[in-house]
């Protein structure tokens, strides 16, 4: 697609409850990043992907989180057992992958609120 | 203490004014730097990119990078409503595992007509 694409783009859920945040970046773009950014912080680092394998999980806070990307294109953020503190954007990037620059184009983020 | 430090604000200012948005940072392996501007409920765009130390202009927007003061700016020219938004640095070290950005906490800027 022409830029990545996230959805939903609002999730109101449950603390306790399961959610998934899909991610579809742009098209041929090899590395796929996934970010959290709370009210009035800059985005934090959860998970990169180049191709298919988690290359980089260390931002991923606890083992409730998991990611996903079985075809190299489409990932899903999963959150186990919710809580109000997962209340945050859920921002999804891709890049080419292929120099040390990482410019990266950002989605326009899952909004979640854990109730 | 955090990788990289930005002033919150936030910032006002009347249209036509320069703005100077800054941000400081500790890693020194640290060698690209960028810009991205955040609209409400937007993801971030990226709007200004350097590598190692120097000047980059680019319309209205000049970005600096001061590598021995860890020291990084970004210049706004003739600043436009259109330009009310946060303002998020980000900075990623070089080589391999060099492969997530590190952020401020952005800084709101609003540009009065």
């Known amino acids: 697609g022409a830029g990545v694409s996230q959805t939903p783009s609002n999730k109101v859920t449950e603390k306790g409850k399961y959610v998934e945040l899909r991610c579809d970046p742009i098209?041929?773009?090899?590395?796929l990043y996934w970010y959290r950014q709370s009210l009035g912080q800059g985005p934090e680092f959860l998970i990169y992907f180049q191709g298919t394998g988690a290359a980089d999980d260390s931002g991923l806070p606890n083992d409730r989180f998991f990611a996903v990307r079985p075809e190299g294109s489409v990932s899903t953020l999963k959150i186990q057992r919710t809580e109000r503190g997962d209340s945050a954007m859920y921002l999804c990037?891709?890049?080419?992958?292929?120099?040390?620059?990482?410019?990266?184009?950002f989605g326009a983020g899952s909004r979640l609120t854990v109730l | 203490q955090k990788e990289v430090e930005q002033d919150p604000g936030p910032l006002s200012v009347p249209e036509g004014a320069i703005v100077s948005l800054n941000c400081t940072y500790s890693n020194s392996a640290f060698q690209y730097f960028m810009w991205y501007r955040q609209y409400s409920r937007k993801g971030p765009e990226l709007l200004m990119y350097t590598y190692s130390s120097g000047n980059k202009e680019d319309g209205r927007f000049t970005a600096q990078v001061d590598k021995s003061s860890k020291y990084i700016s970004l210049f706004i020219r003739d600043s436009q409503p259109s330009d009310s938004a946060t303002y998020l640095c980000?900075?990623?070290?070089?080589?391999?595992?060099?492969?997530?950005?590190?952020f401020g906490t952005g800084t709101r800027l609003t540009v009065i007509p």
């Open positions: 980000a900075m990623t070290a070089r080589g391999r595992g060099a492969n997530n950005l590190f």
């Open positions: 098209s041929g773009h090899t590395a």
């Open positions: 990037a891709s890049s080419l992958g292929t120099s040390g620059a990482n410019v990266l184009t």
